[in-house]
């Protein structure tokens, strides 16, 4: 299901995943060229399905917010240097039905509500421990630890795409309807359920649905910020909840931005609005 669609990301994205041929790459720039980046990924899963993954090069950003910016929340702060010493390929997309149901051979989201079924549609209703199977199952069918979740350092870098305002895209909020489903385009009109992957404009990165549609687990524990520069930061090390973000199609405007940040138990699988999208590394 969906293998068409996955299979052809690299010529709907129009150009922003690159399909030619290695590129050299300079790895001392902080930020990304996407004209400079190396070839998009498209990898086979367990039960014939694909996913398409984009390339991110190392660098450093500045993570959180200032008290300044609109929306912010107080755990967003104090901002901080981070630097991710390490390039990774990020998936293009949330992870789909399609692609869960091929994997796990499950339907975690049947007879729920706030849904519409569909191959493309992101998988939901499925707990961080949950995505840990996911993820143990295309690891155990490569025979290697390719995959896991980002950290949410990771995802704040991928959403910001070498900016540093409330969007990749800048800060014109009128713009937000173009790259994201949420409140104002999806729930208030109706569309009370998350949409096919990719039907927004992705980042110059190549990246879809950042903002909103479902918002997406990372690998860390939920927890304070401090103002240390840190290097490859992997969250809290213990904790109750793990970290989410993105925000979903009923989230408003301020839930929908790079720096935003939620939490949910880790067991906990009644979330109709979150969903996930992994890394690999090289």
């Known amino acids: 299901m969906g293998r068409i669609f996955l299979l052809c990301i690299c010529v709907a994205a129009g150009g922003s995943i690159h399909c030619g041929s290695d590129r050299d790459r300079d790895r001392s720039s902080d930020v990304v060229d996407p004209s400079n980046s190396e070839l998009a990924l498209v990898a086979p899963l367990p039960g014939g399905e694909a996913m398409a993954f984009?390339?991110?090069?190392?660098?450093?950003?500045?993570?959180?917010?200032l008290e300044s910016e609109v929306g912010r929340r107080e755990d967003e702060g104090p901002q901080h240097e981070v630097m991710l010493s390490e390039g990774f390929y990020m998936g293009a997309h949330e992870v789909t039905q399609g692609q869960w149901i091929a994997v796990m051979e499950t339907v975690p989201w049947l007879g729920e509500d706030f849904m519409q079924l569909g191959p493309d549609h992101p998988a939901v209703?499925?707990?961080?421990?949950?995505t840990q199977d996911f993820i143990r199952t295309l690891n155990n069918a490569a025979g290697d630890s390719l995959y896991r979740l980002p950290s949410e350092a990771e995802w704040e870098y991928v959403a910001r795409a070498g900016g540093n305002q409330r969007w990749f895209f800048g800060d014109d909020v009128?713009?937000?309807?173009?790259?994201?489903?949420?409140r104002d385009n999806a729930w208030d009109q109706g569309?009370?359920?998350?949409?096919?992957?990719?039907?927004k404009s992705p980042s110059a990165w190549g990246i879809h649905d950042l903002y909103g549609n479902v918002s997406e687990w990372c690998q860390d524990y939920y927890g304070p910020y401090n103002s240390d520069v840190k290097i490859d930061p992997q969250g809290a090390v213990a904790g109750a909840n793990r970290s989410v973000r993105g925000g979903a199609f009923n989230s408003r405007v301020r839930s929908v931005r790079s720096a935003d940040?939620?939490?949910?138990?880790?067991?906990?699988?009644?979330n109709f609005n979150i969903g996930f999208r992994i890394v690999r590394r090289k």
């Open 125 to 130: 209703y499925i707990s961080w421990q949950d």
């Open 174 to 182: 009128e713009q937000l309807t173009s790259h994201a489903w949420y």
């Open 191 to 199: 569309l009370r359920y998350a949409q096919p992957v990719g039907g």
């Open 261 to 270: 940040r939620s939490a949910s138990g880790p067991g906990y699988r009644r």
């Open 54 to 65: 984009a390339w991110i090069e190392p660098g450093r950003f500045l993570m959180g917010t």
